[in-house]
Structures are given as C-alpha cells and as structure tokens.
C-alpha cells in the first residue's frame, strides 16, 4: 500500500509526564529506583509545567483584552480593554518574576 507520510504510531497524549523525554538522569519514577535529589527534579519540573499554564492564560488574556479593545467602538467599553491588558501584562511579569526566583531557590538548594 502507498504511504504518503511515515507517522509514527505513538501519540504523545498517551504518555503523561512532568518529565522530558527519556526521564531524569538518575530517576526512574515507574519502578520506584528514586534519590533524594529526584524529589527536587520532581518539583522543579512540575513548577515549570505550571507555570508554562500561567503563562497561556495570561496570553489569553492579553488577547481577550485586545479583542475588547478593538470592539469598544461599537461597545463604548474601551477602559476595560485597556484595564484587562494592564492586569493581564502586570500579572505575567508578576508571574515570571516568581518563577524566576523558585526556580533559583530549587537550583541553589538541589544544585540542579
């Protein structure tokens, strides 16, 4: 049979992970071969994935608020595009800020 495409046949949805592929050096959480230092991976990387999530609703935001700032001619509306924005670009760095310093706390005290 033809194929116009060799996909592979695993589908990353199948495979739910706070983790890279291939895992962490040293940690292997299906078997239980775990370390002290894999509990401070564990957390850095689940706080990368959060904060990963934070950052797509704030985008989100920033666009809603564009959007309602576009449309405030016909909805007379036009502070609250600009408000929504302000909070939306103030609550990312606020965000990123925070990141920022957790993640140099978890390096500093894990050494990662």
Do not use: H
């Not at 589908?11 to 050096?25: D, K, N, R, W, Y």
Request: charged content about 10%.
């Amino acid at each position: 049979m033809w194929r116009l495409f060799s996909l592979p046949l695993i589908a990353f949805a199948q495979t739910p992970s706070l983790f890279p592929e291939g895992g962490v050096e040293g940690c292997d959480f299906q078997t239980g071969n775990i370390e002290a230092s894999c509990v401070w991976k564990f957390i850095a990387n689940a706080i990368s994935t959060i904060f990963g999530f934070v950052g797509g609703i704030f985008l989100l935001l920033i666009l809603f608020g564009g959007y309602q700032y576009i449309i405030s001619s016909a909805t007379g509306d036009k502070e609250g595009g600009k408000a929504r924005i302000k909070f939306a670009v103030a609550g990312f760095i606020a965000s990123a800020l925070s990141f920022f310093i957790i993640d140099f706390v978890i390096s500093s005290l894990a050494g990662i």
